[in-house]
């Protein structure tokens, strides 16, 4: 219990050492933000690996800042917890979040997650937030979390003319094949190690997203669902049967039109460190997810 206390004194400094850093607000309204973190459960007799996973929206109601929930899970030391009844308000400009949700297992137990999050840097495209949150059991026993987390905020795509539905296009990079070559990044003016040229998108309902492939290998994108907490399977993601390219040879592209709204994981089938994150803001009344086409110009 003596090394659980101090750990989570030293963690807990680390944290506050690193939020006096200057920085500017990333959480917004009206936006889709991916968050991703990794950190440590912190019980009275252990200290276990933990991470999350929040996929979700920020819209204005009337004073207030209203927090959707599209995808979530919370991961400790391998057991799952799917998050529900997602609540959340912005505070000081983004400088703070605060969040709380219920969260359940796989056997249906449920358990009361409350989170707080403090700005520490913004990057171009992601700000990262320190985040300390508490977990309950139906029995009050609370277990503390510390969380190191980048926030991602989908890249908006506007259509030119109100006419038109948005359409954009991702280029797949070359070299993307392979995990160890990184690539230039022109928004953050160095080389990281992306596959697309944008995995955080947004568009409205009824908008095409058009695939390029430029490596010298084909591609194959699917949708489907991550299997990052899922330590029984191989494969990183699962399809869902809703999204299939088929071989996108070098030199050609496809496209994809995204007709209902909702979050959507493409991955490429045989190369899967490469994924893309879509979000389709509502703009329409249809629910059925588009039509796919393989463009040979």
Do not use: C
């Amino acid at each position: 219990m003596r090394r659980a206390y101090l750990t989570s004194l030293i963690l807990l400094g680390v944290l506050a050492g690193i939020s006096t850093q200057s920085a500017n607000a990333q959480l917004a309204e009206n936006k889709a933000f991916l968050l991703e973190g990794n950190g440590f459960a912190i019980s009275e007799n252990s200290i276990l690996t933990a991470t999350i996973d929040l996929q979700f929206t920020i819209a204005k109601r009337g004073a207030t800042s209203e927090f959707a929930l599209q995808n979530g899970l919370i991961d400790i030391n391998g057991k799952d917890l799917t998050v529900s009844g997602f609540r959340g308000t912005i505070l000081k400009n983004g400088q703070f979040f605060k969040i709380s949700s219920e969260a359940s297992d796989a056997g249906g137990k449920k358990f009361t997650f409350k989170a707080l999050g403090n700005l520490v840097e913004k990057n171009p495209g992601n700000s990262i937030y320190s985040v300390t949150a508490t977990l309950s059991d139906p029995s009050n026993k609370i277990t503390k979390l510390i969380y190191t987390t980048k926030v991602s905020e989908f890249t908006p795509i506007k259509p030119t003319d109100k006419n038109k539905k948005t359409e954009i296009t991702v280029r797949i990079l070359k070299g993307s094949s392979n995990s160890e070559v990184p690539n230039y990044n022109e928004q953050a003016g160095r080389f990281l190690f992306n596959y697309f040229s944008e995995n955080r998108i947004s568009i409205i309902s009824g908008g095409t997203v058009t695939f390029v492939n430029e490596d010298i290998v084909s591609h194959s994108l699917k949708s489907g669902t991550s299997n990052n907490y899922n330590k029984t399977l191989k494969e990183a993601f699962t399809a869902d049967g809703k999204i299939s390219s088929g071989n996108i040879q070098p030199g050609k592209s496809w496209s994809v039109t995204f007709k209902e709204p909702g979050f959507y994981r493409i991955f490429d089938e045989k190369y899967q460190w490469m994924d893309a994150t879509i979000f389709v803001s509502s703009d329409s009344s249809s629910k059925t997810i588009g039509s796919s086409k393989n463009l040979l110009n």
